[in-house]
């Protein structure tokens, strides 16, 4: 038996039990499904283990129930709204980190969020980055969010003018399979500069991108619905002390900013 036989053999066991809910998805819903979960069996039939193969169904079981039409409900009801942000700073002691992501600039450069004093945020071994006091880190999983990453970091940039103790991340994470393959990454990343900021200015806009699979990560933040945008405002530590949702309030705004000031303060 060929190994691909044996892969469809594991494919097939681990979507058995769901193909009932399969039949409620349209289409166009089921072949991207099937684009993102038939990369992962040839992986599943490498580990070869039920382990394997019941931590794939339930994620599979997971993302059966959730999909674009959910995301876009939400959207009209709350306007990406998902929940209000902190109105004050978490405690260190209560805090979580933030989880490790690996992303990249348009000019193929890579770096590993969140830089912290624990010393995984490089660039490359040649330029070790500052580790700042406070770094704001905007999630964006769809074009349709960029308008909510503005409404925080553009405000932010402007009170922090000037400090280099802070920094400002806008993540695009890219989950298409296809699109994060070489060369088309490197062709997408080349079609996505932007135009050049002023180097000396600080805190520094940096536009980076996340390619690959992100379900993990985003069940660590707890995100589910991808059409929002989701800010985080992390210390030193690379935790997470603060947190906001969709369009910023001008409450929220101010409580974005008060909270940083404290972050520069601790010691």
Known sequence: ????????????????????????????????LAQRSSNRFFDI??????AAIEKERARLADELNRGYFADMSELKKHGGKI?????????????????DLEVNYSDGKILKLPVSSNGNGNVTEANK???????LVCLSFRAISQEMINSWSAPFLDA???????????????????LCRSPIKKLLLWIMRK??????AEPKRQIVYSFGDHYYFRKELKILNLLTG???????????RWQGTGLATEEELSSLLSCTKLLLEEK
């Open 83 to 99: 929940s209000v942000a902190n109105k004050t700073i978490v405690p260190a002691t209560a805090a979580v980190k933030f989880p």
């Open 160 to 178: 922090f003018s000037g400090s280099k103790d802070v920094q400002l991340y806008e993540v695009s994470l890219i989950d298409s399979w296809f």
């Open 45 to 50: 039939y490498k580990l070869g283990n039920k």
């Open 1 to 32: 038996m060929s190994r691909f036989s044996r892969a469809s053999i594991f494919a097939s066991q681990i979507l058995r039990p769901i193909e009932s809910k399969k039949q409620h998805l349209l289409p166009a819903s089921q072949h991207f």
């Open 129 to 135: 980055l500052e580790t700042p006091k406070a770094s």
């Open 195 to 200: 135009p050049k900021y002023d180097e000396s």
């Open 230 to 240: 989701y800010i985080f405002l992390l210390d030193k530590f690379g935790r997470i």
